[in-house]
């Protein structure tokens, strides 16, 4: 159970660092369209890191307490 646990936290930190991509690219293609300036693209990637930062702190965490759960039982 708890290897299950491994493999669904680390699918988890993939999709986080996918939903990132995602928001850095379209960042970039509204710089591209001339609707935000680089400067506030880079604001908003260095906010995307953050979140993305606190969101995988969070997976490691969870996957951390629920090992403990399960090598306790």
Same mark, same amino acid.
């Given at each position: 159970?708890?290897?299950? &646990?491994?493999?669904?936290? @680390?699918?988890?930190?993939?999709?986080?660092?996918?939903? %990132?991509?995602? !928001?850095? +690219? &379209?960042?970039?293609?509204? @710089?591209?369209?001339?609707?935000?300036?680089?400067?506030? %693209?880079?604001? !908003?990637? +260095?906010?995307?890191?953050?979140?993305?930062?606190?969101?995988?702190?969070?997976?490691?965490e969870e996957l951390a307490r629920k090992e403990?759960?399960?090598?306790?039982?």
């Open positions: 159970l708890a290897k299950l &646990a491994g493999t669904y936290a @680390e699918n988890a930190r993939v999709a986080i660092r996918n939903v %990132r991509r995602d !928001g850095n +690219d &379209a960042l970039k293609e509204d @710089e591209k369209k001339k609707e935000i300036s680089e400067d506030e %693209r880079k604001r !908003g990637e +260095d906010e995307v890191q953050k979140l993305t930062d606190r969101m995988i702190k969070a997976v490691v403990k759960d399960i090598l306790s039982q």
